[in-house]
């Protein structure tokens, strides 16, 4: 997969949706042996979506931004392709999502990361607040926030 020339886009035809939600299943669901349809809850439709794609039009990291109230947004489901982790594109969704949290004057975003990806969400400014839940009884998640 290549990383050098890829666009970040909202899915807005139904193939891009289905290959965004697929990565989505792909990364957070499939490992656990979850069901497809696992990776989807009540508010796809009023949530933010954003998909890295490379030059073929394949996805490389999905995203989601909600906003739970006016001044509140929540980045969920975060995935990156696992051939292309750690080149950065997982801080690029961040930032993609980010500014969307900012052009609609959120004051703060919060996230639940699951224990692997602590340290990343530190290096994007999250605070680390409380460990919260454990989801498939095994993958402890933590809730972190940042200030805008």
């Keep these: 997969m290549n990383v050098s020339r890829y666009s970040i886009i909202s899915p807005q035809t139904a193939e891009e949706f289905i290959a965004y939600y697929q990565l989505r299943w792909d990364v957070l669901r499939k490992p656990w042996h979850q069901p497809i349809g696992s990776e989807k809850d009540e508010y796809e439709t009023t949530s933010n979506h954003r998909m890295i794609i490379d030059e073929n039009r394949m996805p490389l990291a999905v995203g989601r931004l ?4 006016k001044m509140e947004a929540q980045i969920r489901y975060m995935a990156v392709h696992p051939q292309v982790q750690g080149q950065g594109l997982g801080y690029k969704m961040m930032l993609e999502l980010e500014s969307i949290a900012i ?11 699951r224990e692997h990806a602590v340290l990343f969400y530190k290096k994007c400014g999250y605070s680390l607040i ?15 926030e940042k200030t805008i």
Excluded: A, G, R
């Design 66 to 69: 909600q906003f739970n109230d």
């Design 103 to 113: 052009n609609e004057n959120c004051s703060h975003i919060i996230l639940q990361s």
């Design 130 to 144: 409380d460990k919260t839940y454990l989801l498939f009884d095994e993958i402890q998640h933590y809730l972190m």
